[in-house]
């Protein structure tokens, strides 16, 4: 079993849709969960962090934590051609030291005008 | 965030030889890493860069093919010895924030012939 998972997509979404997507993690006593977004040819950019269960809103993004269940999402709204991109599920594992990042395999989305 | 840069942004070398990648932060940050991105995957770390003493490396990761400095707080190297075309990757250094949170620079592209 992968640390981290995530449906590889493509995810299809028309422009003005919701696109959710969906991670799950196998450490239980994962801290901290974080949301990157990498356009084809460049480095991942942190978009959401979120380290306590619910929802944080910033923007048109929200990350939704469920420790209980292992389950990281990201809705984006009001979905933008822009938004296209692959988008990585990142987690700090109570095991490592420091900072250290597990990084699902990513979803890619397709937002279609 | 601090901004990171990296030099070279991509090379293509022989195989057998060795390339140093730089990775220059405009402040002072604690925590640095670098990562490897092989073509269509994710993210998978090498090595944590400690200044002042020798890199903590990942399992499958080794300081003889990867030997690691970090003279101080703003700058480290990644080398890549003995290179094959399995090296053939994008080389990425990432800085720590608070808390836990990384933030990438623009990468290297490296292509081994």
């Known amino acids: 079993q992968k640390e981290v998972e995530q449906n590889s997509g493509p995810l299809s979404v028309p422009e003005g849709a919701i696109a959710s997507l969906n991670c799950t993690y196998s450490?239980?006593?994962?801290?901290?969960f974080f949301w990157y977004r990498q356009y084809s040819g460049k480095s991942p950019e942190l978009i959401m962090s979120?380290?306590?269960?619910g929802d944080k809103e910033d923007g048109r993004f929200t990350a939704q934590l469920n420790k209980a269940s292992q389950y990281v999402s990201l809705l984006i709204r009001d979905s933008q051609p822009s938004d296209s991109a692959t988008y990585l599920c990142?987690?700090?594992?109570?095991?490592?030291?420091?900072?250290?990042?597990?990084f699902g395999g990513g979803t890619r989305v397709l937002v279609k005008p | 965030s601090a901004v990171i840069s990296q030099k070279p942004s991509r090379d293509i070398c022989q195989r057998g030889t060795s390339l140093t990648i730089q990775c220059q932060v405009d402040?002072?940050?604690?925590?640095m890493f670098w990562y490897r991105q092989q073509p269509g995957q994710s993210l998978t770390l090498i090595a944590t860069?400690?200044?002042?003493?020798?890199?903590?490396?990942e399992s499958g990761f080794v300081i003889d093919k990867f030997p690691i400095s970090r003279p101080n707080l703003t700058f480290s190297t990644l080398t890549v010895s003995n290179m094959s075309p399995e090296d053939s990757s994008i080389y990425l250094c990432?800085?720590?924030?608070?808390?836990?949170?990384?933030?990438f620079g623009p990468g290297t592209r490296l292509t081994v012939t």
């Open positions: 990432s800085v720590g924030g608070a808390p836990d949170e990384q933030y």
């Open positions: 450490d239980r006593v994962s801290q901290s």
């Open positions: 979120i380290y306590s269960n």
């Open positions: 990142a987690v700090t594992m109570i095991k490592a030291a420091g900072n250290k990042l597990t």
């Open positions: 402040s002072q940050v604690t925590m």
């Open positions: 860069a400690n200044q002042g003493s020798e890199a903590t490396y």
